[in-house]
């Protein structure tokens, strides 16, 4: 949708562009690397792409391995969000915790997890266990400081009303304090599903024998800059997907707001 | 009583109010009028529960109030609806906080929705709603499980007049059907004559009690006619009197940044 009043290019003539740059593009790559400008060995080429995509499409080689790291995401991804919704909570009703915890907090969150790969793979083996632990590292955060904030700035009024509405301590966290902290942390939803799989491919990539970030990394080992591409593209693919579904989830679970973002 | 709050990061008290002492009865319309900044919200949260007195002491059928009374209601300047929540759930909240068994609790939030005109907008959220009609949920809610006492905060003061005028003749016949005691804060002289018993004029910052007036007015009142009374110009004359330079102080004092 055109959102300056100037623009008023519609929504029909921008995908066409869209399109129209992506079909260039690809051309241009295709005719650059069968003209010998550029060696195929190291770009590939978009005809390679396809044919190693439908070729893993047609073995179910990819789905297999797409598998694996969907399992680890959505894994991580609902462990460290409830844990993150339930410390959160915590902190945001004690307040002594928070003080005593929030330099931790902020000096874990700073550390670069991908960097901590490594260590969790060493101590939680190749296998499942250490993505997933990998990707409630990354998804924690986002949720826990989310819900922590949403809870914190809750409308005082509204927590008013509650207490004198008769609301005990649980319904208070039911009714009033989880709701409001739900909105942020659904804004922050497409944030911590990125995160997560990030966290599941990184893990795979660093050390594991299946999963997507696996298959790229075992075709760089190969020097297979096609595999490579591939791999991110149907990565790529699978994070759209995603994306437009939580979209949906989102308009869903924002019904009661004046304007759905 | 008193009330006073630290104020940290100047390394001094802030008065809100200080030595307020009245009596109310069961039953009665007290509206509290007072200049912007004289404590009117801080004194109906103190004898809602929701905040603690400095100094003295508040009673509701001779028990000192220490938190939230069960029997109490409050209707707030803003409506403080829960967004989330549909026309029928904010209204069946305190039912549902109070353990009320689902038939009875549906059967009376549909009364107090038919009561305030809602009927077909049980499934609406706040947001679809008008103002005066999330007024009217405010107002529901708040009565729904009968509170004894009613304290409204400037309930209707972002309403416009039209609106502003039927609720509060609204409030007013809903009020004569229930007869509960209701403490009413307004800084709209008018909108306190029209509807009250009693009306308590507050000085500016830091608050005290400048005078009573009984408000002996017919009832039962519409609040668009009895402005016309004869009676009612000569109370709004002497009262004003009493405001005014209240007003005056409050407005000073919050241009030089004295009062909070």
Known sequence: MATSGIDTVSRAEIRLWRLGLLAAFLVLWETATRRGWMDPFFVSQPTALAGQIAGWIRTGFIFRHLAVTLQETIIGFLLGTLLGIVVGLLFARWETLARIFDPLMVALNAMPRVVLAPLFILWFGLGLLSKVVMVISLVFFVVFFSTYTGIREVDRDLVNNARILGARPRHLIRHVLLPSALTWIFSSLRTSVGFALIGAVVGEYLGSHEGMGWVISYAESMFNATGVLAGLLVLMAAVIVIDVGLKRLDARFSYWKPIAK | ?260
């Open chain 2, 1 to 260: 009583m008193t009330r006073r709050f630290a104020l940290p990061r100047e390394a001094r008290e802030f008065t809100a109010i200080e030595d307020v002492s009245f009596e109310i009865s069961g039953g009665e319309f007290v509206s509290i009028v007072g200049p912007s900044g004289c404590g009117k919200s801080t004194l109906l949260g103190l004898i809602a529960g929701l905040a603690p007195v400095t100094a003295g002491r508040i009673t509701l059928d001779g028990r000192g109030v220490d938190g939230v009374h069960p029997r109490l209601g409050f209707v707030f300047q803003r409506d403080a609806l829960f967004p989330w929540k549909t026309v029928a759930q904010n209204v069946g909240l305190p039912l549902l906080f109070r353990g009320v068994d689902a038939g009875t609790a549906r059967a009376r939030v549909a009364d107090w929705i038919a009561r305030i005109g809602l009927t077909g907008f049980e499934r609406y959220h706040p947001h679809q709603l008008s103002g005066g009609m999330r007024k009217r949920v405010a107002l529901a809610m708040t009565l729904v499980h009968e509170p004894e006492i009613v304290l409204m905060d400037e309930p209707f003061g972002a309403l416009d007049v039209q609106t502003r005028n039927l609720m509060e003749n609204d409030l007013l016949d809903i009020w004569a059907q229930f007869r509960r005691t209701v403490v009413f804060v307004t800084h709209d002289l008018e909108e306190a004559i029209a509807l009250s018993d009693r009306i308590v004029v507050m000085t500016a910052a830091p608050g005290r009690v400048k005078a009573v007036y009984r408000i002996t007015l017919p009832r039962p009142r519409s609040v668009t006619e009895i402005r016309f009374h004869p009676d009612f110009g000569r109370l709004y004359e002497t009262i004003w009197k009493d405001l005014k330079d209240e007003v005056r102080l409050g407005y000073e004092r919050n241009r030089h940044g004295l009062a909070g």
